[in-house]
Structures are given as C-alpha cells and as structure tokens.
C-alpha cells in the first residue's frame, strides 16, 4: 500500500547546528503535513503544503515540497534545545482519503 | 476555546475484553480522525469522520469501529481486544475544506493498556 519513508530515524545535534529530515513517496502526494511531537506529548500541527515546488518558513523552520509532489523536507537553522521531540510527515494521496504518518525523525539537541 | 478533549486519560483492559474511548472535537470542528500510536512509531490512521459519515478508514480489522455524533464528538469501539492493541489513541479534530484536509489538532490521547 501506499506509504512515506522519512529519514532519518534519529539526528543528534549539537545546539546550533542545523538539522533535516526527509519524507518521499514512490507515489505523487495530494498534500503533506509536519507535525511535532514533544516526549510525552501528541503531535502539533506546523505546516500544510500542497502545491508542487512550494516553499514555507517559519522562523527557522523551513518547508519545502518536491516538485513532483512526491518529496518533502523540514530544515530548522539553528537549532535550539527547544526544538527537541519528534518530527512527523503526514501524507495524502489523491485516491483515498487516508493520511499516512512516516516513522518521525527524533531530534535530540546538546546544549 | 478548549482544545480537543479525550476520555479516559489512562484504561487498562484484559484480552477479549471489549472498549469505547470518546473525543470531543474543537467547537467549531466537524471533522474528527482517530490514530492509533505505538510507542515509537508514527500515529497509524483508523478512521475519519465528517459530518456523521465515515470518509476514511485505515488498516484496520473490523474489530474497530467507531460513530461520530450529531454533536460532532465521536466514539472508537475495540472489540475483542489483543495484546498488540496496547498503544496511544490519538483522536484529531480538523476543519474540513473543499480539495483537501486542513491541520488536525491531536487531543492528550488515551493510553490502552491490554493484558
């Protein structure tokens, strides 16, 4: 079935480095979300994006979508102890109205 | 506003037992999704439902089920349940667009233990 990998599993940085992680389709994406999850805590929603080749900023945090909308990275600057957690894709594909989480990216930072 | 609120916190249940777990959606929100979340893997999908009806279903047995309500809250039914059902719910309430979903806001989740 249809599913997204996201690389990779675990990134450990020291504060002030910069950080990625990665979702692909085999298949082209309708949408993709990034979510992030404390320990402990339920994922929060960050970014929506739809259109192919789109990019979203926030603050340090960067978005990006493939052009062929069937890849899709988050790019933090910077990092910050309070960036740690976990960070989830979440995608969907034009058939189906399912959306399918990656396996998440945990993210610990070294003050 | 409150968020979206998820009932019981914490249960623990024996095999073949059977469980209802509730979620009530931001107000406002008419769309509610139920994951299902082991410890270190990302939420798996069961469910979505808009305005009463079932828009989406994941990969899961027919022992789940769930109902959402004229109020817009929703129910998610296991029955039978397993050893492997130990996991996280996580219910999300979202609003619907035309062409797509927009973001989900996840409640605190219900633990489910099974022994």
């Known amino acids: 079935g249809q599913q997204v990998m996201q690389i990779p599993q675990y990134q450990h940085v020291q504060e002030g480095e910069d950080f990625t992680t990665y979702c692909n389709s085999s298949?082209?994406?309708?949408?993709i979300q990034w979510y992030k999850q404390r320990p402990g805590g339920h994922p929060v929603f960050l970014i929506q994006?739809?259109?192919?080749?789109e990019v979203k900023k926030q603050k340090r945090l960067t978005f990006q979508f493939g052009e062929a909308k069937k890849n899709s990275s988050l790019h933090i600057t910077a990092t910050q102890t309070t960036d740690v957690g976990t960070y989830f894709c979440?995608?969907?594909?034009?058939?189906?109205?399912?959306?399918?989480f990656g396996a998440g990216t945990r993210l610990t930072v070294k003050p | 506003d409150a968020g979206v609120t998820q009932s019981p916190t914490h249960l623990i249940k024996t095999r073949g037992q059977h469980v209802t777990l509730r979620c009530s959606p931001i107000?406002?929100?008419?769309?509610v999704s139920w994951y299902q979340q082991v410890l270190g893997q990302g939420p798996q999908f069961i469910f979505q439902?808009?305005?009463?009806?079932?828009?989406g279903r994941g990969n899961f047995p027919d022992r789940f089920s769930a109902r959402q309500f004229p109020n817009y809250s929703s129910e998610l039914n296991v029955n039978a349940l397993l050893l492997g059902d130990s996991a996280l719910y996580l219910c999300?309430?979202?609003?619907?667009?035309?062409?797509?979903?927009?973001?989900?806001?996840f409640g605190p989740g219900t633990r489910l233990t099974v022994t």
């Open positions: 979440a995608a969907r594909w034009y058939n189906n109205n399912d959306m399918r």
């Open positions: 439902y808009y305005e009463k009806e079932e828009r």
């Open positions: 298949t082209t994406l309708s949408n």
């Open positions: 107000s406002g929100h008419k769309s």
């Open positions: 999300a309430s979202s609003l619907l667009l035309a062409g797509g979903w927009y973001e989900q806001y």
């Open positions: 994006l739809v259109k192919s080749g």
